[in-house]
Every structure is written in structure tokens, then in C-alpha cells.
């Protein structure tokens, strides 16, 4: 499911399923609006493929009452709560930040309710569905009983950028934003750098309650764009949901939705950057087991240069991480190689201590493939371990 940006010209269209009707002074705009109508059909989903068509029934407490704007103050349904079917569309992910516990959001949110005070009749109107774009929705939506939703988990502004409003002949109302914030998110890195990771973003009404309000996940706008790439995840999955949960600010449970994005890491650079050579220093130590009858230090040194590269390399994977207290799949790794290179060390001044070189010899032999098969094998349990 692709995405497309919306005009931001401040103009209404009328728009039917027959025809488009214009007032007179704008014939000349015509090109421009044609486009513009094109665009919103392309562009953002409409209440049919919404899942959402089935048309609104009349409220009894607005039949025969001449509605007011203060009457838009109140819910436009009188006996339980409005339904409101919500969906968030992921246009691209930026700025995920496991060192701030965050990541920057862009996409597209719908919702979708009736109100049947805004039920019209499309004989006068010329169409059988209103819709607004840009400044002219803006301006539309302060007028409405709107759901007043935001993102529970937000660090930072919301900024919108495209805006449609369409409003169909029942009453049934379809709210299109676009927006850009940054989300608070909870990264476990315990598989790094062979990690999955579940990014949130929990939409919530902030004063109707769930006795007022009810969200209802709408799968149909629900999902996330193929047009963009990040060079160090995969989106995986999108998915969402709700729930009826306890709020610190009222007494009253709120209805919440929440959205999940399943990303993956792409693993290259550190399976060819840091693992692999790391395993081939790893490896260049044990050749001090063919050493024959070298003296300790020269032994060591080789031993001491593989642990100094360890440590560097340490340090180099944990620039990018959180000082987390548990031990993640990369730092398994070094700390096996770790202790396997300073074992090395002790064989070698067990060697070195041989008073009959036959001994040493024999010891070297016998470490020759002990200690691949020991280093070969403790990977593929840490490996496993972590994975499993």
C-alpha cells in the first residue's frame, strides 16, 4: 500500500460519484482542481475502502432539532459510545535510537464516525460526499465534535502537515492527518546485533472516556509504505489493536489503540565488521600452539595482542548501546573469546614451566584442536541460548 502527499491548497470539492460541482467563480481554477480531486481519490483512503461504508442511523435526540455549534460541544450519540474506527499508516521510520529510547515517527492516521447532525441532503449539495483539504479542513474540524486523540507515548511536538476532511451525506465522517513526532519506544537488545525489535504508538481519545468513546482498529488504512528504505532495518510486520485501559489523569478507563511495528536489524555490518574479524584474531592467537620451544614472552605477546584487539573492539560495538545491565549476544561473544584468549595464555605458561619438552609438545598438540572445537562449540551454545 503505497502513499501519496496531499495538495495543501485551501479549496472544497464537491465530490459525487457522477460529477464534480464548482461554484462559478472558480471556473477558472478549473485544472487546478480537477487535479486536486484526482489526487484526494488516489490519495487518501476513502470511507468505502475503509471498511467502514454502512451508512449512519439517526440519533433520535437531533431528529427535528435545529442544531447549533454549541450542540457540537456535546457527543453525537445519545445512548453509549461512539464508535470510532481508527487506522495508522507508516510512511517511514527515522531516528530509531536505542541510546534515547526513542524514534521518529511519520505517517497517516484515519478516523472514521458518525455524527448525524452533519447529515445533509445531497440533492441540494450536488453530491453525495463533502470533502475538505488543507487550510479548508483545518478550519472545518473546529467546527465538529472531533475524537481529540494523541499519541500517548509522544517526547516531542506533533507537527501535521496534510489534512482531509470528508464529510458524506449520513452524517458519516472521515478525518485524514498526516503527522510527524517522535515516540518513546522500549528497545531489548539481549539478540544484538541479530535483533527484532517492536516499536509502539498508543493513540488515545484525551477527554472522552470508554463509556463516551470506543476505539475500533480499521485494518483496511492499517499498515506501512514500501517506498521507503533504512539502511540499518527491515519493517517486518504492522499491526494493531485495542484495549479499554486505566489513565492516571481520570477515574474513568479510556479506550486506547495500539499500533505495533515489528522492524528487524540488517546484521551485516557487524556479522562482517566486528564477528568475523574477531573470530580470525581469535583464531591467529592459536599459533602458539606450533611454537616450538619459543620462550614464554614471545608466546604471550601473540596471546596479549588478540585480547587488546578484544577490548577494542568492545569498545567499538558499545558506542552505539545503551549501558543496559544484562549482557547481549555480541558481548557473549566477546567475552567468550575473551576468556578463551587468556586460557591461552595459561596454557602457555604451563608449557613454559614443562621441565621435559616432550610434555609441551604434547600439550600443544592436544590444544591444537581442543581449543577451536571449544571456542567453535561455546559459540553455537551462546548462539543458542540467546536466540532460543
Same mark, same amino acid.
Given at each position: 500500500?503505497?502513499?501519496?502527499?496531499?495538495?495543501?491548497?485551501?479549496?472544497?470539492?464537491?465530490?459525487?460519484?457522477?460529477?464534480?460541482?464548482?461554484?462559478?467563480?472558480?471556473?477558472?481554477?478549473?485544472?487546478?482542481?480537477?487535479?486536486?480531486?484526482? /489526487?484526494?481519490?488516489?490519495?487518501?483512503?476513502?470511507?468505502?475502502?475503509?471498511?467502514?461504508?454502512?451508512?449512519?442511523?439517526?440519533?433520535?435526540?437531533?431528529?427535528?432539532?435545529?442544531?447549533?455549534?454549541?450542540?457540537?460541544? /456535546?457527543?453525537?450519540?445519545?445512548?453509549?459510545?461512539? *464508535?470510532?474506527?481508527?487506522?495508522?499508516?507508516?510512511?517511514?521510520?527515522?531516528?530509531?535510537?536505542?541510546?534515547?529510547?526513542?524514534?521518529?515517527?511519520?505517517?497517516?492516521?484515519?478516523?472514521?464516525?458518525?455524527?448525524?447532525?452533519?447529515?445533509? *441532503?445531497?440533492?441540494?449539495?450536488?453530491?453525495?460526499?463533502?470533502?475538505?483539504?488543507?487550510?479548508?479542513?483545518?478550519?472545518?474540524?473546529?467546527?465538529?465534535? &472531533?475524537?481529540?486523540?494523541?499519541?500517548?507515548?509522544?517526547?516531542?511536538?506533533?507537527?501535521?502537515?496534510?489534512?482531509?476532511?470528508?464529510?458524506?451525506?449520513?452524517?458519516?465522517?472521515?478525518?485524514?492527518?498526516?503527522? *510527524?513526532?517522535? /515516540?518513546?519506544?522500549?528497545?531489548?537488545?539481549?539478540?544484538?546485533?541479530?535483533?527484532?525489535? &517492536?516499536?509502539?504508538?498508543?493513540?488515545?481519545?484525551?477527554?472522552?472516556?470508554?463509556?463516551?468513546?470506543?476505539?475500533?482498529?480499521?485494518?483496511?488504512?492499517?499498515?506501512?509504505?514500501? *517506498?521507503?528504505?533504512?539502511?540499518?532495518?527491515?519493517?517486518?510486520?504492522?499491526?494493531?489493536?485495542?484495549?479499554? &485501559?486505566?489513565?492516571?489523569?481520570?477515574?474513568?478507563?479510556?479506550?486506547?489503540?495500539? /499500533?505495533?511495528?515489528?522492524?528487524?536489524?540488517?546484521?551485516?555490518?557487524?556479522?562482517?565488521?566486528?564477528?568475523?574479524?574477531?573470530?580470525?584474531?581469535?583464531?591467529?592467537?592459536?599459533?602458539?600452539?606450533?611454537?616450538?620451544?619459543?620462550?614464554?614472552?614471545?608466546?604471550?605477546?601473540?596471546?596479549?595482542?588478540?585480547?587488546? &584487539?578484544?577490548?577494542?573492539?568492545?569498545?567499538?560495538?558499545?558506542?552505539?548501546?545503551?549501558?543496559?545491565?544484562?549482557?547481549?549476544?555480541?558481548?557473549?561473544?566477546?567475552?567468550?573469546?575473551?576468556?578463551?584468549?587468556?586460557?591461552?595464555?595459561?596454557?602457555?605458561?604451563?608449557?613454559?614451566?614443562?621441565?621435559?619438552?616432550?610434555?609441551?609438545?604434547?600439550?600443544?598438540?592436544?590444544?591444537?584442536?581442543?581449543?577451536?572445537?571449544?571456542?567453535?562449540?561455546?559459540?553455537?551454545?551462546?548462539?543458542?541460548?540467546?536466540?532460543?
Amino acid at each position: 500500500m503505497g502513499h501519496h502527499r496531499l495538495n495543501n491548497a485551501g479549496n472544497r470539492l464537491c465530490c459525487s460519484k457522477n460529477f464534480l460541482c464548482l461554484s462559478p467563480p472558480r471556473i477558472a481554477a478549473i485544472p487546478k482542481i480537477v487535479a486536486g480531486f484526482l /489526487l484526494l481519490i488516489i490519495s487518501g483512503p476513502s470511507i468505502a475502502e475503509s471498511g467502514v461504508d454502512q451508512l449512519c442511523e439517526p440519533d433520535p435526540r437531533w431528529v427535528g432539532v435545529e442544531v447549533t455549534q454549541a450542540d457540537f460541544q /456535546l457527543s453525537p450519540k445519545s445512548d453509549g459510545p461512539v *464508535d470510532i474506527h481508527v487506522g495508522l499508516f507508516v510512511n517511514e521510520l527515522r531516528e530509531i535510537d536505542a541510546m534515547a529510547d526513542t524514534f521518529r515517527f511519520l505517517g497517516t492516521v484515519t478516523a472514521t464516525w458518525c455524527d448525524p447532525r452533519l447529515a445533509f *441532503d445531497p440533492k441540494e449539495e450536488g453530491s453525495e460526499t463533502l470533502a475538505y483539504h488543507g487550510l479548508a479542513a483545518e478550519e472545518k474540524t473546529k467546527s465538529l465534535w &472531533t475524537v481529540q486523540g494523541f499519541p500517548i507515548n509522544q517526547v516531542g511536538a506533533v507537527a501535521s502537515t496534510q489534512r482531509v476532511l470528508r464529510q458524506r451525506f449520513d452524517g458519516r465522517i472521515s478525518a485524514t492527518l498526516n503527522f *510527524d513526532t517522535k /515516540l518513546a519506544a522500549d528497545y531489548d537488545l539481549r539478540r544484538f546485533p541479530f535483533d527484532k525489535q &517492536t516499536l509502539t504508538l498508543g493513540m488515545e481519545s484525551f477527554a472522552w472516556d470508554a463509556s463516551q468513546l470506543v476505539m475500533i482498529a480499521n485494518h483496511g488504512t492499517t499498515g506501512f509504505s514500501n *517506498d521507503f528504505i533504512m539502511p540499518e532495518w527491515d519493517i517486518v510486520d504492522v499491526f494493531a489493536e485495542t484495549m479499554i &485501559t486505566d489513565v492516571a489523569r481520570s477515574e474513568e478507563p479510556f479506550s486506547r489503540l495500539l /499500533l505495533s511495528i515489528v522492524i528487524e536489524r540488517k546484521s551485516g555490518f557487524y556479522l562482517w565488521k566486528v564477528l568475523l574479524p574477531l573470530l580470525i584474531i581469535v583464531a591467529l592467537s592459536w599459533s602458539v600452539f606450533w611454537m616450538k620451544d619459543e620462550k614464554f614472552a614471545v608466546r604471550v605477546r601473540t596471546s596479549a595482542t588478540g585480547i587488546l &584487539t578484544i577490548v577494542a573492539y568492545q569498545f567499538m560495538a558499545a558506542k552505539d548501546l545503551p549501558r543496559v545491565a544484562y549482557l547481549t549476544l555480541i558481548d557473549k561473544i566477546m567475552v567468550a573469546s575473551f576468556i578463551l584468549l587468556a586460557i591461552t595464555v595459561v596454557q602457555s605458561l604451563i608449557v613454559s614451566r614443562c621441565s621435559d619438552p616432550e610434555v609441551g609438545r604434547r600439550i600443544d598438540r592436544n590444544a591444537r584442536w581442543i581449543f577451536p572445537l571449544a571456542y567453535v562449540g561455546i559459540i553455537l551454545l551462546v548462539v543458542a541460548a540467546t536466540m532460543i
